[in-house]
């Protein structure tokens, strides 16, 4: 018996069969192979289920580090945290060209739900594969790339893990650089009037609006030739761990023990917000400590819908019967041709809504669920939403393209779950799996 395994938002738990732990490609294809119903995982920082191992759960993280560097294209064992990559590439003079809000997930994990940061003119970290390695159900050892397999890498990138085991990522890097980080306190109408235009001359753009405000803090990072100027050590333990998750973490608790207070405290954050102005290394920009837990659904929306799904999430808070203690993230992201990509086919607004763990959240994420499918909305993988095969197929033109392949590649379900069955359908490819 495998030991009980709980996500980091404690929204998911498995009781696997039994745990595995590849140290070799060898051992990797023997525990695929050996195994009825098997399933890889990562960090477990998916707030979804799908991650969750039913029969033999296959965690990486005795397959770390990097195998080969060429140029710029590094090729990485797949249980490699990103923490772990950054502190690698750091050292070759190399670095990720675009990153999320954390780096606690591995690359596999991050790469298999469409992870993203922000940027108008970049992708989600999957557009940064350049080619992979997967063990099929079989227990074989496979590559794709453009060129080689090009339909398995089509799907492979962005594969929610029902392909195969991704043994190896080879990811096309930048030379490392230095981010301009500017964070300031703003109003909801103004970014949103500016916002195309922000997005177009910055490298990066995000904003977090206290949703019973109409205050907003912006995050604008651009990349600069002018060395380093970090916080001092002192002011980022200050900044990060006192007031991001010190002090935020007591107001959630006491939005959590007394909720009558959750509106007044969201609007009073949001007037506290002050001007951050630093330069560092892109991943310590990029990058923070998330210690305050809590679930989150996110919605990548047509960007030209971002203002109306906004308007509309604003009267749907305003009707709520309870408060929302934690800020609205907006981010942009660049159309992609990965075929389970958030992005996919189209410039992109991720919007992200969140709620302190324990609070009510069910009705808050319903509604914005609702609002974002009314312009083709589709949420992240790895972030909470009820949609099924049926609806999902609607809002991807390569859908059923992914199912063939997963069809080819696993006819008979080893590598599937409950989450898989719901948003993929039959492991077989056939009916429409709604
Ligand atoms: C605090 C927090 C902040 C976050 N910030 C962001 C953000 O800024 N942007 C964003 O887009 N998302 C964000 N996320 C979501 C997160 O990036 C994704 O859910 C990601 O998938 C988690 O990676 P993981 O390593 O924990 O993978 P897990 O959650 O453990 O697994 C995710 C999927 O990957 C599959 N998988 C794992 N390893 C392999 C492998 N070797 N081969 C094939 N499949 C594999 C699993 O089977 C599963 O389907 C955040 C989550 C949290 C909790």
């Known amino acids: 018996m495998g030991t009980p395994w709980t996500n980091w938002a404690r929204t998911a738990t498995a009781n696997p069969h039994r745990v595995e732990h590849p140290a070799s490609i060898d051992e990797l294809a023997t525990a695929v192979a050996g195994a009825s119903l098997v399933r890889p995982r990562g960090s477990g920082h998916s707030f979804t289920d799908i991650a969750v191992a039913p029969g033999v759960a296959i965690d990486l993280d005795a397959w770390t580090g990097i195998v080969e560097v060429s140029g710029d294209l590094v090729t990485v064992r797949s249980g490699t ?6 502190a690698l590439l750091d050292v070759l003079g190399l670095a990720m060209a675009n990153l999320g809000d954390i780096d606690a997930q591995t690359v596999a994990g991050a790469i298999s739900t469409g992870t993203h940061g922000t940027g108008a003119k970049l992708g989600g970290l999957a557009t940064q594969v350049v080619a992979l390695e997967l ?11 453009a060129s080689e397999r090009p339909d398995l890498f089509g799907a492979a990138r962005i594969g929610l893990g029902a392909l195969g085991v991704i043994s190896t990522v080879t990811l096309r890097c930048v030379p490392a650089f230095v981010l301009h980080a500017r964070e300031f306190p703003g109003r909801l109408d103004a970014v949103l009037d500016e916002f195309d235009h922000l997005t177009a001359v910055e490298d990066h753009v995000e904003f977090h609006w206290f949703p019973h405000s109409d205050r907003v803090i912006v995050k604008r990072n651009n990349r600069v030739d002018e060395p380093a100027a970090p916080l001092s050590a002192l002011r980022r333990f200050y900044e990060y761990e006192v007031m991001e998750n010190g002090a935020f973490g ?29 330069r560092d290394v892109s991943h310590r920009v990029f990058v923070t400590p998330r210690r305050v837990r809590f679930v989150e659904t996110e919605y990548a929306v047509p960007r030209a819908a971002l203002h109306d799904v906004l308007r509309e999430l604003r009267a749907a808070v305003a009707r709520l019967d309870h408060g929302v203690i934690v800020p609205v993230e907006v981010r942009v992201a660049q159309g992609d041709d990965i075929w389970l990509s958030t992005a996919h086919g189209r410039d992109t607004a991720y919007i992200a809504v969140h709620q302190y ?6 009705r808050y994420f319903d509604a914005f669920e609702q609002i974002a499918g009314a312009v083709g909305g589709r949420p992240h993988w790895g972030k909470l939403h009820s949609l099924t095969a049926g609806a999902l197929r609607d ?11 997963r069809a080819d590649a696993d006819p008979g379900g080893k590598f599937t779950n409950p989450y898989l069955d719901r948003v993929l359908g039959d492991p077989s490819g056939t009916g429409d799996g709604a």
């Open 81 to 86: 945290t990103l923490h772990q990559l950054n």
């Open 395 to 405: 809002r991807y033109p390569r859908f059923d393209d992914f199912r063939r392949v």
């Open 357 to 362: 763990l324990g609070m009510p959240y069910r």
């Open 250 to 278: 007591l107001v959630c608790k006491l939005a959590r023990a007394v909720p009558s207070t959750t509106r007044t405290l969201n609007r009073v954050c949001g007037a506290l917000v002050s001007e951050r102005v630093y």
């Open 135 to 145: 063990v099929l159900a079989d227990g074989s050892l496979v590559r794709c790339s």
